[in-house]
């Protein structure tokens, strides 16, 4: 069933700029134009584009903070920007560069003002309290002024109070910003859990890409308030062409290799790397690399999903 569904849905801005000394001009600007797409119960969306792309509009508009200029959006079965504080009740809200904690109570604090105002009932608030804690290492943070806290604690922190009144739908803007790699891992891997617990809908925005590899098992890709692509990541890979990369390693350094089929791209002492079209099959170039030099071990690279979005958007 879906828990999130968009029919052409568009918002148009009024800018506002200088026409000479005493006059300005006004111009509509679209910052989503005529989008549609539905999101199932329980499903990871990892929803991505360049800044400017409409991302932050589209979420405002989701929960309710900006009113469509066209089309219908429902979530949970709501009209967010008709019944905004229904909804509020049903999903969970994380942006990485905003705190939705009390900048200066204790984290502990912050999270019981959260429990009544959301009306967790205690049993339940409790045990969600004691998981989130123990899961993102909250512990010896919780008696800490928020505005003390790193930026990776404080995103663990929210995170935690994003979902303590079991929404249904959690959007996440920029969740893992500042982390370093450790705590990266650890946060992905409480998102993962969560989501098959709990059958959590998760939205995410982000310009780390390694988070939307993590977690999604689908990816919507949007530029200039159009939605470009809708699927699983190898579809996305596929959709674009881009190529794939043989990594060899040989005995010692040698000049580049030359075999048909592929191109040498990059070569690092005794290790090359030859890209080659992503439709075509690695075996016939491992079996030349494998006759005609030392060969010591070799690997078949799949294009980063960067390298894919960038073609994307530079239209290849």
């Not at 309290?129 to 943070?141: I, N, P």
């Not at 692509?229 to 060899?248: E, F, N």
Request: aromatic content about 6%; hydrophobic content about 45%.
């Amino acid at each position: 069933m879906s828990v999130i569904e968009l029919d052409n849905v568009s918002r148009t801005f009024t800018v506002s700029s200088r026409a000479g000394l005493l006059r300005r001009t006004r111009r509509d600007v679209r910052a989503v134009d005529d989008l549609s797409f539905s999101i199932e119960a329980g499903e990871v969306v990892g929803y991505i584009g360049p800044n400017g792309a409409g991302k932050s509009t589209t979420i405002k508009m989701l929960t309710g903070v900006l009113v469509p200029s066209g089309g219908s959006i429902k979530v949970a079965g709501i009209d967010p920007s008709k019944n905004r504080l229904k909804l509020a009740r049903r999903i969970g809200v994380v942006f990485g560069q905003r705190t939705t904690l009390w900048w200066d109570l204790p984290l502990k604090d912050s999270f019981d003002v959260l429990h009544k105002m959301y009306g967790v009932p205690q049993a339940r608030y409790a045990e969600n309290l004691e998981t989130f804690v123990e899961l993102l290492e909250l512990g010896d943070l919780l008696d800490v002024p928020v505005r003390a806290l790193s930026l990776g604690q404080r995103m663990r922190g929210d995170i935690a109070a994003a979902l303590l009144h079991d929404p249904e739908i959690v959007y996440l803007d920029e969740p893992t910003i500042g982390l370093d790699i450790v705590s990266k891992a650890k946060l992905r891997e409480f998102l993962a859990r969560i989501n098959q617990q709990r059958r959590t809908t998760i939205v995410l925005t982000t310009h780390d890409l390694d988070d939307i590899e993590a977690l999604c098992s689908r990816v919507m890709v949007i530029d200039h308030g159009h939605k470009v692509y809708d699927g699983t990541l190898a579809g996305l890979r596929a959709s674009q062409g881009a190529p794939r990369t043989l990594v060899v390693d040989l005995a010692s350094s040698m000049d580049p290799i030359r075999i048909d089929g592929a191109e040498v791209v990059k070569v690092d002492g005794p290790r090359q790397w030859l890209s080659f079209p992503a439709a075509e099959s690695a075996a016939p170039l491992v079996a030349q690399v494998a006759a005609r030099y030392p060969l010591v071990d070799l690997s078949v690279a799949e294009p980063s999903i960067e390298d894919v979005i960038a073609r994307i958007y530079a239209g290849v």
